[in-house]
């Protein structure tokens, strides 16, 4: 055999070996393909010429209110006079104090709920607890749950930094009205019945008291 043919099957002996050896190392290749990861220096060079804008809008407050709306401002204007104001947790506040607020209104328990009333709701819930004692109606009412917490508007003054939120709330409860004999009157206490209700709450941001007062109801 001439030393050429011994040269070629060197050759082709070192070929296979080291297809072999790629097949272990990198596997065995079939179907689609990514493309190669570009180099960072390439990645620079095939962005856009412009930079991203951190920031945004704030979740915390286009989650409940639409962005660039009057409530939206009075958020962020809490918010920069309160840094850790959060909206979210806000109401998560407030469908508590929903909760408390009405089942002590119920019970005529307004002592109770006094340090999260404003002057005139404190002074209404007063008034008619008075009326239905003195006609002698008791009010039993057994919590069920809130179906919905809203947040509807929102406002503060600048000058006195007094923010105000008012809030849609439905709630469910059982509730009947007993007679002094008591009879009841009004209501079925197997019966759960839908409430709504629209509160606003007041409190100056800033303030080392952290509790924001009922001051308005409606429905």
Same mark, same amino acid.
């Given at each position: 055999?001439?030393?050429?043919?011994?040269?070629?099957?060197?050759?082709?002996?070192?070929?296979?070996?080291? +297809?072999?050896?790629?097949?272990?190392?990198?596997?065995?290749?079939?179907?689609?393909?990514?493309?190669?990861?570009?180099?960072?220096?390439?990645?620079?060079?095939?962005?856009?010429?412009?930079?991203? +804008?951190?920031?945004?809008?704030?979740?915390?407050?286009?989650?409940?209110?639409?962005?660039?709306?009057?409530?939206?401002?009075?958020?962020?204007?809490?918010?920069?006079?309160?840094?850790?104001?959060?909206?979210?947790?806000?109401?998560?506040?407030?469908?508590?104090?929903?909760?408390?607020?009405?089942?002590?209104?119920?019970?005529?328990? +307004?002592?109770?709920?006094?340090?999260?009333?404003?002057?005139?709701?404190?002074?209404?819930?007063?008034?008619?607890?008075?009326?239905?004692?003195?006609?002698?109606?008791? +009010?039993?009412?057994?919590?069920?749950?809130?179906?919905?917490? &809203?947040? &509807?508007?929102?406002?503060?003054?600048?000058?006195?930094?007094?923010?105000?939120? &008012?809030?849609?709330?439905?709630?469910?409860?059982?509730?009947?009205?007993?007679?002094?004999?008591?009879?009841?009157?009004?209501?079925?206490?197997?019966?759960?019945?839908?409430?709504?209700?629209?509160?606003?709450?007041?409190?100056?941001?800033?303030?080392?008291?952290?509790?924001?007062?009922?001051?308005?109801?409606?429905?």
């Amino acid at each position: 055999m001439s030393s050429a043919v011994i040269q070629l099957l060197v050759l082709a002996g070192i070929a296979v070996f080291l +297809i072999l050896r790629l097949k272990n190392v990198l596997g065995t290749r079939e179907g689609f393909e990514k493309p190669p990861l570009q180099r960072p220096d390439a990645q620079r060079r095939s962005r856009p010429d412009f930079e991203v +804008i951190e920031g945004g809008p704030d979740r915390d407050i286009i989650d409940h209110v639409e962005d660039g709306s009057d409530a939206a401002k009075a958020l962020a204007a809490m918010k920069l006079v309160e840094p850790g104001f959060s909206v979210s947790e806000f109401l998560e506040g407030a469908r508590g104090a929903y909760e408390m607020i009405l089942m002590a209104f119920e019970k005529g328990e +307004i002592d109770r709920i006094a340090p999260f009333l404003g002057e005139e709701v404190h002074q209404t819930f007063i008034d008619v607890v008075g009326e239905r004692e003195d006609q002698g109606l008791i +009010i039993e009412a057994n919590f069920v749950g809130v179906r919905e917490v &809203t947040l &509807t508007d929102a406002k503060f003054d600048r000058d006195s930094q007094e923010a105000e939120i &008012t809030v849609r709330f439905v709630g469910e409860l059982t509730s009947v009205v007993r007679n002094s004999a008591g009879e009841i009157i009004e209501g079925n206490p197997n019966e759960i019945k839908r409430q709504k209700d629209t509160w606003t709450f007041a409190r100056v941001m800033g303030e080392d008291n952290p509790n924001w007062k009922l001051v308005a109801t409606g429905e």
